[in-house]
Every structure is written in structure tokens, then in C-alpha cells.
């Protein structure tokens, strides 16, 4: 028992490090920031992709903040999909029929066989794009209006082969939804700012990626991903080792989670959980030594039914008292309200479990 405590105790302490530091890096590295450099647009054309499948309940809204940052900074728009029937066309053709959009191209087409739709579909809709820079967000994102001129920005260097963007999720009012977005918001997030901390910027994040064309063609382009799973990943790995650099926007954008149940949005956990594990096995399973409300929960009941009684459960309450301290500090970079703070115990065992599910299974495309 005295080994198993031990260790109990110094997976606890480690997460809790882990943790304060996580949440330090959170300001450091995420914190948006004012640009103070002047939007200078590469001397090509700058194009938006949006690739689309089904219809959201935040498709429209999402397609507006893209409208609206391509309108501001007078940019095409090309909104694909593979399926000449998907319901996402519609809502498209009504929304360029009611009103005026900047020019929006809608292009439709299967794409070339492969295990990764989204990239097929990215595929059909850049063929023959002699645009300068790409700029790929998803269909459940919302960006601000100055996205495409803090995007950009980057690219003056001619190094940069890359840029990407922090996204945080936005629920809708349902507990599973919340659940989950809090699941992004308070840990993923903290896990981007250690990484960014500890070892820079190897990655790239699938909400919104910028690419300098001539960096993704001699990176193999869209086709070399089109049987991988962690499209991200490895966009942002070709490039790097096409001798590119990658760069963070300090912009945070929305990524609006779907209206669901416990079953959808486990899945969609699951599958982002085990696609991180296919392409960072070492990093994943070292991550399961930063859910520290586990061994919180397993020293309370140690000392509960040890003869401390109740007062063995003050150890998880202290460990979720520090956690919504800090969270709380960074609650507008994080998205966290105050009712959010009774939600920890919950988000924090099931982002565990997910975590510990992550690690079986084959990871699968979105």
C-alpha cells in the first residue's frame, strides 16, 4: 500500500506542476495580442478555402465571419464540397443569393480517391489556384474580421512557410456540449502553450492553417496527405522538413462544437484523442501523468476509508480549488465562466477518459 500511495503522491505533485505551469504558459504563449505591424499582403493573391460536409447549426454564422474578414480585406472566397447533395450547398447558394458577399467561388467535385476526404475535397477545390498564399479554415469555425490581415503578416518573412492559428470551442447550452468544449478549453489549450513552450512550434492546429503555396507544393502538397489521418500534423511536418518555417497568429479563434449527446461527442474526443496518439505516441502517453484529479480522487478515498473519513475528500476539493484559481486568472483567454468552475470534477475525469481511451483503437480522419 505505502509504494502504491507514493506513487499516488508523486504523480499528484508532478501534475500539479505540470499543471501551474501549463496555465503560465496559457498567458505567455496564447494570450491574444494586438498586431502592431502593418498587414503588408504578399505580392500574390491571398485565397480562402472553407471545405464543407453537412450542415451545422453554426454553418451560416461561420460562413458570415469568413464573408466579413474577406470583404475587409478584399480576398476570394472558395467554398467546396464532395457531394453534390450535401446540405451545406444550399444553405451556401441561398446566403450568396440574399445579399452581396465578396467573391465566392462554390466548387463541387468527389476529389481523388483516398482515405482523407477533407483533403480530397481541398484538393478538387485548389486545382489550378496560382495563388500565393491558402489560407484552409473548417466549416465550424468562426474567425474575426482582421484574420486575413493578422495571417499574412507572417509571410513578409520568406522563411515562413506556414501559419496557425489557437482556437477555443463554444458550446451550446446542453451539458454534454459544454462538457466537451471545456474538455478544449482547459486542457488541450494548456497543452498547446506547454508544447509551444518547451519545444516551439512543430505543429500546426486544424482549425485555420495558412500556407505559402510554393512551401506546400515542394512539401508534396495536398496529395501526400491524402491517406493520413493527422492532416495537420503532418502538413505542418512536410513543411518544416521542406526547410520552411512555421508561425503562431497570437489571434484565437472560435471553433463552435455541434449540438449533441454523450455519444457524439465522445467520439469526436476519441478520434482527435487517438489521431494526437498515431502522430505523437511518446507525447500522448506522457500526458497521462498530467490528469492530476486522478490521484486526487485515489488519495481521498485512500484517507477517507482509512480513518480520516470526510475529511480525506479534502484532497481532490483542494486540487479543484487550485485548478479553478488558475483557470479563473486566465478566463479570457480560456472562455471559462463561473459556473464553469462547478463542472471541473466532470470535465476532468472524463477528459481523463478520453485520454485513456485515446490510447487503443485506429485512429480515423475527420
Known sequence: ???????????????????????????????????????????????????????????????????????????????????????????VREALAAEHRPPTQVLVAPGPAGLNRKMANLIQMSEGLKAEILLFSDADVRVPDD?????????KETEVGLVTFPYRSVPDSSLANRTEALITNTHFLPSVAMALEIQGLHFALGASIGVRREALERAGGLEALLDVCGDDYEMARNIERAG???ELVPLMLEHHVEGAGWHDSAS???RWARVTRAERPRGYLGQGITHGAIPALALGAVAAFSGAGAAGWLIPAAWWAAQAAGLWRRRGILAVRSADLLLLPLVDVAAFLVWAGGCFGRPRPS
Open 147 to 155: 484574420y486575413v490581415d493578422r495571417a499574412i503578416v507572417p509571410f
Open 244 to 246: 520552411y518555417r512555421l
Open 1 to 91: 500500500m505505502s509504494a502504491a500511495i507514493a506513487f499516488l503522491v508523486t504523480w499528484l505533485v508532478a501534475a500539479g506542476v505540470y499543471r501551474w505551469l501549463a496555465l503560465r504558459a496559457v498567458e505567455a504563449k496564447l494570450k491574444p495580442r494586438a498586431s502592431r505591424a502593418e498587414a503588408v499582403p504578399p505580392s500574390g493573391e491571398v485565397v480562402l478555402l472553407r471545405p464543407l460536409r453537412g450542415a451545422g447549426q453554426w454553418l451560416e454564422s461561420c460562413l458570415e465571419s469568413l464573408w466579413n474578414a474577406a470583404d475587409l480585406s478584399r480576398t476570394r472566397v472558395v467554398v467546396g464540397a464532395t457531394d453534390p447533395l450535401d446540405p451545406a450547398l444550399r444553405i
Open 268 to 270: 469526436r474526443q476519441l
